[in-house]
């Protein structure tokens, strides 16, 4: 048994655009995406102390040793981290290029996603890679269980729960309400060093330059602008007589 | 130059996000606005689609389709886009609308723009505008294949119906892919919600933690009826037990735009920002002057919901009767 985790590398703090480059801006410290924390743990909960190997995956900078680092500590046995000068700017296409090619090598029964990347709020991805291994894919898993090579997983949507159920290997996004990741121990955090993390380039996964950043994609940032602003905003502190204020505030809009 | 719409459909009923984005595309002004529908019986829908812009409407009526997965809608999707050469296919998000749109675009190696508040044609050049970075920054973000795939925040436009006539209606027969066939649904639980659900209703009145107990969430409901709006709720309450997690408001519950939004004791933190912004008109009452829901409340007040509340919903309930 064999279990993937794709992992994000996210800025720590408040992110921000570059303005010249207009892609989010990855030179500061960075951390591992909260969300992904979930996925790990998921896979962590489905060893058990069970001989299944886990190994978390990853594209980005060079630093994103240091966020796969974390997720060895947290448990899992393996890293693979695409690092090429060419990755960067990849856009959700570029990206699910990468990312398949990398998972394809390691041919594993279980692919697990946190439900969202923290950073670019982006939660599509994992329905894209699917698509690209020719996998079946769930999204938002409040419950994951395996048996008899079919996961079977709980389902969360806008109209309640469905369970569902699909023949492994399988693709499976799990919401953050499915567990509470663990912290790493010091054991584990002195464990991690210790751990094979390797290092791909493009041309390690049979593809060119063409296949990702800017020249894989096929969306682009044409500009950046200020939100439009909420205009007119008030605050009144409630001194006996707020609750008249709002109905006359609602009966100016119309609202009542 | 055409446009195609995936139409989502619960309980027999065309969704009202997807009418919204169905609006959108029919307001572009392309000849060709087509839209998709899949499951058992949605033949009967292709009217109601028509009457929102839709020229051409695309049935995969089938009841094997009714388990709301991705993969074999995805595979519905290439097949019209295949054969009718649609430019632009457009998605209403929801759970299952994102995990159709990225496999669609995996499928057609076609761009995805996501998140989109709003989508323009600049010098003939079809434009998305998406708020980014909790929506501290709005970026204009393009494509560069064809088809291009946009998949809209919830709430992005109103479904207006636009007095089109009837629609061509064409039987969409698609092989499905083997991968497409893996996951099945084998057992489903709807909560069903009483009153008007959270995303139809024009005014939503929401708890958070700042109500101080379960028992508060009578102050919501009283001011809700008052309104003719629906209760919402912040995830934190929900996670607490206080109320039903159909309530929930934010990322991992609900997205609405109602006209006027009335938050009750809530922080205003990120989680919950992104599932009411779009909302017309915000009011916010909580005790806290510096909490994060008054730098995007249209009128915030500062004082304690359990003075505030019954006062509000008693002149809104002398008003109506007057």
């Given amino acids: 048994m064999k279990i993937a985790v794709c992992v994000k590398h996210v800025p720590e703090g408040p992110a921000r655009i570059d303005p010249g480059s207009k892609r989010l801006d990855r030179s500061g410290e960075g951390m591992l995406n909260r969300f992904d924390a979930n996925a790990i743990e998921e896979a962590l909960r489905i060893k058990g102390d069970g001989d299944a190997e886990i190994v978390v995956v990853s594209m980005g900078p060079a630093s994103a040793a240091d966020t796969l680092r974390k ?91 469905d369970v569902i159920e699909a023949p492994l290997p399988a693709v499976v996004a799990v919401s953050d309400a499915i567990n509470e990741p663990r912290y790493a121990s010091l054991k584990g955090i002195m464990g991690a060093k210790k751990k094979p993390q390797d290092v791909l380039s493009l041309a390690d996964l049979g593809l060119g330059p063409d296949d990702a950043g800017d020249a894989g994609s096929r969306t682009e940032v044409l500009a950046l602008a200020a939100p439009p602003a909420r205009g007119g905003a008030q605050k009144i502190e409630d001194d006996g007589n707020a609750a008249q204020a709002i109905v006359d505030f609602l009966a100016e809009r119309r609202l009542i | ?90 998605f209403a998000n929801s759970v299952l609308a994102a995990d159709v749109a990225a496999g669609l675009a995996a499928r057609l190696d076609a761009g995805l723009n996501w998140d989109l508040a709003d989508l323009v044609s600049e010098n003939g050049t079809l434009v998305g505008k998406r708020p980014a970075l909790q929506d501290s920054v709005y970026v204009d973000v393009g494509w560069r294949s064809t088809p291009r795939i946009a998949l809209f925040r919830a709430g992005s436009f109103d479904a207006v119906q636009t007095g089109g006539g009837a629609p061509q209606v064409e039987d969409v027969a698609v092989e499905l892919e083997a991968h497409s066939t893996g996951a099945k649904v084998v057992d489903q639980q709807l909560e069903e919600s009483t009153g008007p659900s959270i995303e139809d209703a024009d005014v939503i009145v929401a708890g958070g933690r700042g109500l101080g107990a379960p028992e508060s969430f009578a102050l919501a409901e009283e001011l809700a009826r008052a309104l003719g709006g629906a209760v919402g709720a912040t995830r934190a309450v929900v996670d607490a037990g ?48 510096n909490a994060p829901i008054f730098e995007f409340s249209d009128l915030g007040v500062v004082g304690d919901v359990h003075e505030v509340v019954p006062k509000l919903t008693e002149l809104v309930t002398q008003r109506k009767s007057a």
């Fill in chain 1, 71 to 161: 997720a060895l500590a947290m448990g899992a046995d393996r890293a693979v981290l695409v690092s090429d000068d060419a990755v960067a700017g990849s856009d959700l296409l570029a990206t699910s290029r990468v990312l398949a090619k990398a998972l394809e090598r390691e041919a594993a029964d279980l692919v697990l996603f946190g439900q969202q990347a923290s950073d670019g709020d982006g939660a599509v991805l994992w329905a894209a890679v699917a698509e690209r291994l020719h996998l079946p894919v769930v999204s938002q898993a409040l419950e994951l269980t395996l048996a008899d090579a079919t996961l079977r997983a709980k389902r969360q949507n806008e109209f309640g729960y």
């Fill in chain 2, 242 to 289: 206080w109320y039903p997690y159909s309530a929930q408001i934010g990322q991992t519950g609900k997205t609405v735009s109602p006209k006027l939004y009335v938050a009750l004791g809530i922080s205003g933190a990120i989680q919950h920002k992104v599932g009411m912004q779009s909302s017309s008109v915000i009011v916010a009452i909580n005790r806290d002057a």
């Fill in chain 2, 1 to 90: 130059m055409s446009v195609l719409v995936f139409l989502e459909h619960h309980g027999g009923e065309l969704q009202k996000g997807a009418l919204g984005v169905l609006t959108k595309a029919a307001s572009l002004g392309e000849a060709d606005v087509g839209a998709v529908l899949v499951g058992g019986g949605v033949r009967s829908l292709a009217d109601d689609a028509g009457s929102y812009g839709a020229t051409n409407v695309y049935v995969a009526d089938d009841a094997s389709f009714d388990p709301p997965l991705p993969q074999s809608r995805v595979d519905v999707l290439a097949k019209v886009v295949g054969d009718h050469g649609y430019e632009t296919v457009m």
